[in-house]
T-cell receptor, first 110, second 114 residues
Framework: DAKTTQPPSMDCAEGRAANLPCNHSTISGNEYVYWYRQIHSQGPQYIIHGLKNNETNEMASLIITEDRKSSTLILPHATLRDTAVYYCIVRVNNDYKLSFGAGTTVTVRA | ETGVTQSPTHLIKTRGQQVTLRCSSQSGHNTVSWYQQALGQGPQFIFQYYREEENGRGNFPPRFSGLQFPNYSSELNVNALELDDSALYLC?????????????FGPGTRLTVL
């Protein structure tokens, strides 16, 4: 499995952009980067995914570097409700499962 | 369109008992995956069902078994419960089994084994 590395925790201020980094230096050409988040004791929530182009939806933006070895999830205007564990996952071809790491615990402070 | 639902929300069992957890897939989804999440850890893949057949399995013993029904709802059965089976059990549905098919999770069932 392509492995990901995320910082264990980060803080951000309410109303500011939150930039969550993820390293995936062993990613292969057709492997996708997925982001999920998990608010305390709830099921993981899908956020966004991408292959090589930058992606944006109503929740976040995903910026993938040109060499695809790292990516950044951007929450444009963080709110207290964005406090959660964020998981960066690389999905490999023919891999039917999601392999969760430890994720990044994001705390949004007022 | 309804999302993924799971029942029950919470469950308390004693060691050695058996338990059945249920999951209803999101409309239009034919694939269900089950995950176990111990406290403080990320979810771990148990198995996946596609069109009523097991499509893949993680590193879990045979006492963890599942079913998928023609309406694509699913059950997770655990026999001979052990204390370490205490966890949040999550199901996720997806429109297919491909790695490009996004999995959408339910709220989970919290199982406590005493």
């Amino acid at each position: 499995d392509a492995k990901t590395t995320q910082p264990p925790s980060m803080d951000c201020a309410e109303g500011r952009a939150a930039n969550l980094p993820c390293n995936h230096s062993t990613i292969s050409g057709n492997e996708y980067v997925y982001w999920y988040r998990q608010i305390h004791s709830q099921g993981p929530q899908y956020i966004i995914h991408g292959l090589k182009n930058n992606e944006t939806n109503e929740m976040a933006s995903l910026i993938i570097t040109e060499d695809r070895k790292s990516s950044t999830l951007i929450l444009p205007h963080a709110t207290l409700r964005d406090t959660a564990v964020y998981y960066c996952i690389v999905r490999v071809n023919n891999d039917y499962k999601l392999s969760f790491g430890a994720g990044t615990t994001v705390t949004v402070r007022a | 369109e309804t999302g993924v639902t799971q029942s029950p929300t919470h469950l308390i069992k004693t060691r050695g008992q058996q338990v059945t957890l249920r999951c209803s897939s999101q409309s239009g989804h034919n694939t269900v995956s089950w995950y176990q999440q111990a406290l403080g850890q990320g979810p771990q893949f148990i198995f996946q069902y596609y069109r009523e057949e097991e499509n893949g399995r993680g590193n879990f013993p045979p006492r963890f078994s599942g079913l998928q029904f023609p309406n694509y709802s699913s059950e997770l059965n655990v026999n001979a419960l052990e204390l370490d089976d205490s966890a949040l059990y999550l199901c996720a549905s997806s429109p297919g089994t491909a790695f490009t098919d996004t999995q959408y999770f339910g709220p989970g069932t919290r199982l406590t084994v005493l």
